[in-house]
């Protein structure tokens, strides 16, 4: 049976061999035939007719052989199976744990497989992604920026390189009404060639045609369609209203289509025109010094990327002779940046890609960490089963199959665990979807186990299997058979695999150090953002937004919906005080603009962070005024006024008194009325920014918020409470307003944390399975040292050595263990964390603190890793061990 | 004839192993013999005979090494019966007597 075996296995590898081989057996088969008829007196064509019809076609013959070969092969696949099955059967706690700890390892990679696939590898769900390009311009040689209208328009018309060009402003706001209560949802406004250039295939209807260019037209995503209509097909071909104006449905999106970018959630389109309507602005939009839009460009059929680039420059270099006023010189040799559509955003590719290339990295110690301890099992396995190897290996059984029939068994364990792997992965990113990042735009951030990763799994199953079973495998399959068969201690005697499960455990407490390491910066990094003093107080406030412009509110008409809105709030019971602001703090950076103070020429422009505040703000967010005053009745006809923050002051005004300062932005001059503390602006991890506040009834004309504005509500009791109460306040002013982003502030302060929570969260998780997989290897190696050598300590015990001596001789010996992972791995943490320090807020890559702690911290799991067995060891009972072998 | 198996499944290999139990030969000669000693019953042509060699060589009853013949010095793939082979006819020739018996028991009742 074995040879049978044997021969199917080299059958496989050698196939060409056996093939020529078949082809000459027949072939000589035919010829013998042909002789014989020569023999017998035919013509040499004759015979070989005759030869011919007795053989029949030689093809049908080899291919009645090859039939014979799989279903030998096949037989000799499912014959390993079954036995690996049975043995399986027969230990059937080994199965268990091996497919948990392979399971672990295997989803923690899926999981992270999943982070990486949807925000590096994925494309938007459109016909041929890799030849969708996202075209960026360059300013002063520096990537990346928008188009303006007449420059897309020259890419368009020159560049033959591309079948087409489609151009789209990427945020637009719209106040969707009808079904149901009104709300505002983000879309973008496209060219109308847009979904022909994406090569988007619609769900229900279709995309624009030309003449739709400056029609009220709308295609609607899927989600939105599904959430707001029902999924009502009829849809297509109704109007809805769009900020007030009817737009006539004439498709829906594919689900999962968000718009070509990566992240970005828009949920409808409208063709550019629509913008007039939608979000009028003076900025001239034909302007070539106005960059707002986003490009993306389809290749023309057998155009390399490579082809376009060097299209793209000649264009751009003669765009930049044409027009020299708006291409600064730098430009000429660069113009155009392209990349694949639904690539990271350039910006912050490079901390993506670090930072998921640390969790790939931390996910894969983790899958080594279970691949080490299922070794070791098994290697013990081995051990027990070396007998029976022995025996088989006596009897004539060559390795080959030895080896493969046990590496059939931990493959197909390993199977088990990528099973149970894509299983945990699916709940894993489930959870991981609950985290929101803090941003004034729509963000989708959701992740999903798709399809894409089943290779990913496969082949990390198939891989881990063959590790981990290999050296086990290899161990058993030669045995020493006479020492094998006489019972004698092979694998403890020559110390060759027993050097080498010692080396395993070494690592894997090692890598579980790196784990800890990474671990516990990432928990310090997380307390540290969450107790980062923000300047304001976030308990007891409740936001909630709108957006006037979305409804036709004139500047006038939006200053007085907003103060009835506040006077109706302030009289809710419980509140104590309301207040609008144009952006809540900590939403990822809002407006900003350069500032000098005026009458001091030469200053230069600096970057200030600019919110708008009405009466009321800095009592709401409890931020305490240091010298002069609030905002009070700062109106549009009174001269603009500013209150500015520590920062601001000290930075702008260092020796001098900044109330009754003038500051300037490009022609807008504010009067210094007041100072408050500093607060963080942006992110709660930024270093301290200048903030300017302004108040929101003298600016609200001039400089109106792209994304509405908020009201800031605090409550003396539960923020929740009054939610609905304020809702209806809005409502009772104006039925048609939508109202969006009702949160408590602290909900949205979780929100602000999305990256070292994630970060927390994530590298937590791993650190304590790698730890306790870890934990488990060292307990398991001592434990199988204590049962290997129960002979050798039932003799020392018999000879007078006490068993406290005993244990500690056991626990000596495990804590050497330990340490021998435990040293090298603080020092491969050390070097390795430099690699973290972008994510790390408020601790130093290498935090003495931190590594000192998760040092202790694993000497003390290791040890009562080794202190458990090593009570088994001085438990021993020379009498009874002794005699037992 | 063409195939003895399409008669009795199994008949096609006992006949071979029987065959090769006399000497190692290669395939026209095997055919030969075969059609021979049934007195031209079976007739075995190449598409029955290569897939059951291949088989039985699979199975490790036979065994093939290649050889010139010294007649026509044309190479051909020469089987031989292996010693699990000659167990194996050993096993098959009680079965088939079994067989054989039982038929003709059952078959001179029905007469």
């Known amino acids: 049976m074995l040879s049978r075996l044997y021969s199917a296995l080299r059958r496989l590898f050698r196939r060409q061999a056996a093939e020529s081989e078949l082809d000459a057996e027949v072939q000589a088969y035919y010829q013998i035939l042909v002789d014989r008829y020569v023999e017998a007196g035919h013509r040499p064509d004759e015979a070989r007719r005759l030869a011919s019809l007795r053989c029949g076609h030689p093809e049908a013959v080899k291919e009645a052989v090859r039939d014979v070969w799989a279903g030998a092969m096949l037989a000799a696949v499912l014959r390993d199976i079954r036995y690996a099955l049975r043995t399986i059967r027969k230990a059937p706690m080994y199965a268990v744990v091996t497919v948990l700890m392979l399971g672990i390892g295997i989803g923690a990679n899926v999981t992270v497989f999943s982070i990486v696939d949807r925000f590096v590898l994925g494309h938007p769900p459109v016909a041929d992604p890799s030849a969708l390009m996202m075209l960026h311009t360059t300013r002063d040689g520096h990537c990346c920026g928008r188009f303006s209208w007449p420059t897309y328009a020259d890419v368009r018309d020159r560049a033959r390189s591309f079948a087409g060009v489609a151009a789209y402003y990427e945020l637009l706001p719209a106040a969707i009404g009808g079904y149901g209560d009104p709300e505002r949802v983000w879309g973008q406004a496209v060219t109308a060639n847009y979904f022909d250039v994406a090569r988007l295939a619609m769900f229900v209807g279709r995309g624009f045609t030309p003449a739709e260019e400056h029609l009220p037209v709308v295609v609607i995503s899927h989600r939105l369609w599904t959430r707001r209509f029902g999924a009502d097909p009829s849809i297509v071909g109704r109007a809805i209203p769009l900020s007030g104006r009817p737009y006539t449905v004439v498709g829906v999106a594919p689900e999962g289509f968000r718009g070509v970018d990566v992240i970005l959630d828009a949920q409808y389109w409208v063709t550019l025109d629509n913008l007039s309507h939608l979000e009028p602005r003076t900025d001239n939009r034909r302007s070539r010094d106005y960059q707002w839009l986003a490009a993306v460009g389809r290749l023309a059929p057998g155009t390399s990327r490579r082809q376009a680039e060097a299209e793209l420059k000649l264009v751009g270099a003669l765009i930049a002779r044409q027009y020299p006023a708006s291409t600064p010189a730098a430009d000429r040799d660069s113009g155009f940046v392209m990349e694949v559509a639904g690539s990271l955003p350039p910006r912050q590719r490079a901390a993506v890609i670090a930072f998921l290339a640390s969790l790939s990295a931390v996910s894969l110690m983790v899958l080594a960490i279970a691949c080490v301890n299922v070794t070791n099992l098994s290697l013990a396995r081995a051990a027990v089963r070396r007998r029976e190897m022995a025996m088989r290996v006596a009897l004539g059984a060559s390795r080959g199959p030895l080896l493969r029939q046990m590496l059939t068994e931990s493959i197909l364990l390993s199977f088990g665990g990528g099973l149970l792997g894509v299983f945990a992965s699916h709940w894993a990113a489930r959870a991981l979807s609950v985290f929101h990042m803090a941003a004034p735009v729509p963000l989708d951030t959701s992740i999903a186990v798709s399809g894409s990763v089943l290779p990913f799994a496969f082949l990390l199953s198939a891989g881990a299997g063959l590790l981990f079973g290999l050296a086990p495998a290899w161990a058993a399959s030669r045995p020493d058979i006479a020492a094998a068969l006489k019972g004698e201690e092979l694998l403890t005697r020559t110390g060759h695999w027993w050097g080498l499960r010692n080396i395993l455990v070494a690592a894997e407490v090692a890598m579980s150090t790196v784990l800890l390491c990474a671990t516990g910066l990432f928990l310090r990094s997380l307390s540290n953002a969450a107790h980062i003093d923000t300047g304001f107080r976030s308990g007891g406030v409740l936001m909630m937004s709108v957006d006037p412009r979305l409804h036709g509110y004139s500047p006038e008409r939006s200053v007085e919906l907003l103060r009835a809105v506040r006077e109706r709030v302030a009289s809710v019971p419980g509140v104590q005080s309301v207040a609008w602001t144009d952006a809540a703090p900590l939403s990822g950076g809002h407006r900003s603009d350069g500032f000098d103070v005026v009458g001091k020429p030469g200053g230069g422009a600096r970057i200030v962070d600019l919110f708008m505040a009405t009466p009321g703000y800095f009592e709401t967010l409890g931020i305490p005024l240091l010298a002069g005053r609030a905002f009070e009745n700062d109106s549009a006809s009174s001269a603009r006024v500013a209150v500015v923050n520590q920062y601001f002051a000290t930075h702008f005004f260092p020796n001098e008194e900044p109330i009754g300062q003038r500051v300037r932005d490009g022609d807008r001059v504010y009067q210094i009325v007041g100072v408050v503390r500093d607060t963080k602006s942006r992110t709660i991890g930024e270093e301290q920014r200048a903030i300017l506040f302004r108040a929101l009834e003298q600016d609200i004309a001039a400089d109106p918020s792209g994304s509405g504005y908020t009201l800031m509500i605090r409550v003396a009791a539960d923020p929740v409470s009054v939610a609905s109460a304020a809702q209806s306040a809005v409502h009772a002013i104006d039925p048609a307003l939508a109202v969006f982003g009702v949160a408590t502030m602290e909900q949205h302060m979780t929100d602000a944390l999305f990256l070292p929570r994630l970060a927390g969260t994530l590298f937590g998780v791993f650190g304590l399975l790698g730890l306790t997989l870890a934990g488990i290897g060292l307990y398991s190696i001592i434990d199988y040292w204590v049962s290997r050598r129960r002979r050798e300590i039932g003799i020392r015990v018999a000879i007078g050595a006490r068993p406290g001596a005993v244990q500690a001789l056991i626990l000596r010996q495990g804590m050497t263990l330990a340490a021998a992972g435990i040293a090298p791995g603080i020092a491969a943490a050390w070097a390795l964390s430099r690699l973290l320090t972008s994510f790390l807020y408020g601790v130093a890559p290498n935090d003495a603190a931190t590594f000192g702690a998760i040092s202790v911290f694993l000497l003390v799991v290791t040890f009562v890793a080794c202190w458990i067995p090593s009570r088994r060891a001085a438990a021993v009972d020379p009498s009874l061990t002794l005699r037992c072998d | ?111």
Do not use: C
């Not at chain 2, 055919?31 to 005979?49: K, N, Y």
């Not at chain 2, 060699?53 to 090494?65: M, N, S, T």
């Not at chain 2, 010095?73 to 010693?83: D, E, I, M, P, S």
């Open chain 2, 1 to 111: 004839m063409a195939n003895p198996s399409d008669l009795l499944p199994g008949t096609l290999d006992l006949l071979i192993l029987r065959t090769l139990e006399l000497k190692p030969m290669h395939g026209v000669v095997i055919a030969d013999r075969i059609e021979q000693a049934t007195e031209g019953v079976f007739v075995i042509g190449p598409g029955s005979l290569f897939p059951a060699l291949h088989r039985l060589a699979d199975k490790g009853w036979i065994d093939g090494q290649w050889i010139v013949v010294p007649e026509s010095g044309r190479r051909v793939k020469q089987y031989t019966l292996t010693q699990a082979g000659q167990a194996r006819l050993a096993e098959e020739k009680r079965n088939w007597k079994t067989v054989l018996t039982a038929m003709n028991l059952a078959l001179a009742e029905e007469l």
